[in-house]
């Protein structure tokens, strides 16, 4: 049984930082793309937040969060990390990790077949 837990959200001043982390267990976590997406208050759509092959070890990053987030794994552990910087009150939503082992497109949520069940991140101004 395939299962993904976030974990480290909560609320934090504008400016400030946190990381999330996502355990997995059951697959093979080294080979699987892993990627970070959030859903806004209000906003039906999960946003693409960053992606990271297993496989190509390439990295991927929404545009207008690049610079500031940063994905990263720990195979040994089968965690993936987002490590999140200078937040912004736009950058409140539910956080959530989603796993695929044969995704083409990383930035489409739909197409990722296991998601864990979101962490909540809240930033005051």
């Known amino acids: 049984q395939v299962q993904l837990v976030e974990s480290g959200g909560g609320l934090v001043q504008a400016g400030g930082s946190l990381r999330l982390s996502c355990v997995v267990s059951?697959?093979?976590?080294?080979?699987?793309?892993m990627a970070w997406f959030r859903q806004a208050p209000g906003k039906e759509e999960r946003e693409f937040v960053a992606a990271h092959s297993g496989l190509t070890l390439k990295t991927y990053y929404s545009d207008s969060l690049k610079g500031r987030f940063t994905i990263s794994r720990d195979n040994a552990k089968n965690t993936v990390y987002l490590e999140m910087n200078s937040l912004k009150p736009e950058d409140t939503a539910v956080y959530y990790c989603?796993?695929?082992?044969?995704?083409?497109?990383?930035?489409?949520?739909?197409?990722?077949?296991?998601w864990g069940q979101g962490t909540q991140v809240t930033v005051s101004t």
């Open positions: 059951g697959l093979a976590f080294s080979d699987w793309t």
């Open positions: 989603a796993a695929d082992d044969s995704i083409k497109v990383v930035t489409i949520s739909e197409l990722y077949g296991f």
